[in-house]
Nanobody, 121 residues
């Protein structure tokens, strides 16, 4: 009974910025790690950034220094601020979270539906 809904994707010129949002909803008790991935045709889904419940962060080398992951625990929301975008950043961006919900004793992993980011040259 958990859904992740992403928004904020779109078309942007090289050098521009976008801010993605992902809101988790449902009978949520707690959310541990939240992460952003991206995927392009013919490539494996790539982990970009991860943030723990206590806001420890890690980034892939490909986005380090350009992207910033953050979260608002009160809103069950994770963000990805993307700066200095280039055409290689074009992909479908996915939200991922480990969630304890309802009567579950364990964490379960959930994916968002993805949002398209297109960076023009």
């Amino acid at each position: 009974q958990v859904q992740l809904v992403e928004s904020g994707g779109g078309l942007v010129q090289a050098g521009g910025s976008l801010r993605l949002s992902c809101i988790a909803s449902g009978s949520i008790v707690s959310i541990e790690n939240m992460a952003w991935y991206r995927q392009t045709p013919g490539k494996q889904r790539e982990l970009l950034a991860i943030i723990s419940r206590l806001e420890t962060t890690n980034y892939a080398d490909s986005v380090k220094g350009r992207f910033t992951i953050s979260r608002d625990n009160a809103k069950n929301t994770v963000y990805l601020q993307m700066n200095s975008l280039n055409p290689e950043d074009t992909a479908v961006y996915y939200c991922n979270a480990d969630v304890r919900a309802g009567q579950d004793f364990i964490l379960r992993n959930y994916w968002g539906q993805g949002t398209q980011v297109t960076v023009s040259s």
